[in-house]
């Protein structure tokens, strides 16, 4: 009864180096997206996945990779972390088809000094 | 590009006080429309929604919403709000695939 779990819950991290993610779901929903959340811009979707081996950019997706092999794993890759990056990012899931809600996971809070 | 306005960014109310926040999208087809509610230090958690039928859609904890479409909004009501109505709430818009965020109103209720 896990249903969307993030790892790490905190990480700190240094300019130019390489981060992932981790985002797990339990309740095998077709979709899956990847939230960034900052103070006045509310959450701004990053990258979203309608099933496993697709995906597709949102609305700021620059300096993020994303893969889906797995339908419940979708993670989130800064290749070369930047301070604009400094974040909580969000993981959700929905079920396939219009009327459904996303499902948030608990959230990683990155910080890239 | 399709956008959601939250009225307000920080609200003070104290307990027992009426509570209205406002929320706008900029689209004019059919929407799905959500209010997302974030206790300090948690994930964001359902509200309520509105998919289509009654316009007046009532929610967890006391919470109410009524879809305009006349007017693109979304307003989300609480008749008394308690002080463990604080948070930070949010509406979202889904456009397709895509769940579109208000900036996200911040809630004080003072006791």
């Known amino acids: 009864d896990a249903g969307i779990t993030q790892s790490p819950r905190y990480k700190i991290t240094e300019t130019g180096r390489q981060v992932t993610l981790m985002c797990h779901q339990t309740w095998s929903h077709s979709y899956m997206f990847w939230y960034r959340q900052d103070l006045g811009h509310g959450l701004r979707l990053i990258y979203y996945?309608?099933?496993?081996?697709?995906?597709d950019k949102g609305e700021v997706p620059d300096g993020y990779v994303v893969s889906r092999s797995k339908t419940e794993n979708f993670p989130l890759t800064l290749e070369s972390a930047t301070r604009s990056q400094t974040s909580v990012y969000f993981c959700?899931?929905?079920?396939?088809?219009?009327?459904?809600?996303?499902?948030f996971g608990p959230g990683t809070r990155l910080t890239v000094l | 590009a399709q956008s959601v306005s939250q009225h307000n960014h920080h609200v003070i109310l104290s307990e027992a006080a009426s509570l209205e926040l406002g929320c706008n999208y900029s689209?004019?087809?059919?929407?799905?429309l959500f209010w997302y509610v974030q206790y300090p230090g948690q994930h964001l958690q359902l509200l309520l929604k509105?998919?289509?039928?009654?316009?007046l859609v009532k929610g967890i904890k006391g919470f109410e919403a009524e879809f305009i479409k006349s007017k693109f909004s979304f307003n989300l009501r609480k008749p008394s709000v308690q002080w463990s109505d604080t948070a930070e709430y949010f509406c979202?818009?889904?456009?397709?695939?895509?769940?579109?965020f208000g900036a996200g109103t911040i809630l004080r209720v003072k006791s």
């Open positions: 689209y004019g087809g059919t929407v799905n």
């Open positions: 509105y998919f289509s039928g009654d316009p």
């Open positions: 996945s309608a099933a496993a081996d697709i995906t």
């Open positions: 959700a899931s929905r079920a396939a088809g219009p009327y459904n809600e996303q499902f």
């Open positions: 979202a818009v889904q456009y397709g695939n895509k769940l579109v």
